[in-house]
Nanobody
């Protein structure tokens, strides 16, 4: 069992930055691939970024070059650094844990989810 808690969301102007954090309970964090997803009102949950157990990374095309995912296994935490934010990045952001060796972009295949943190990009 893994419990995930996101933090770091908020209101930011276009072009600004935020860093999201996701803390995980338990001693097996390093055994999970971690993903970030987001969901805007009326939209389906969409993949943002993922990082494997060994540090392999993949991004959605819409955030490539602006967002950076990283993990600190000693702190049981995964991060999402978001730069050059746009209004279309506004959504609730969720982190998720996946026991597969290679992280997937498919939300329904993740095993555990956090409660989400709101990110609003607006002037």
């Amino acid at each position: 069992q893994v419990q995930l808690v996101e933090s770091g969301g908020g209101l930011v102007q276009p072009g600004g930055s935020l860093r999201l954090s996701c803390g995980a309970s338990g001693r097996t964090f390093r055994n999970y691939a971690m993903g970030w997803f987001r969901q805007a009102p009326g939209e389906e949950r969409e993949f943002v970024a993922a990082i494997s157990r060994s540090g392999g990374i993949t991004y959605a095309d819409s955030v490539k070059g602006r967002f950076t995912i990283s993990r600190d296994n000693a702190k049981n935490t995964v991060y999402l650094q978001m730069n050059s934010l746009k209004p279309e990045d506004t959504a609730v952001y969720y982190c998720a844990a996946d026991q597969r060796l290679t992280p997937t972009r498919v939300a329904r295949l993740y095993d555990y989810w956090g409660q989400g943190t709101q990110v609003t990009v607006s002037s």
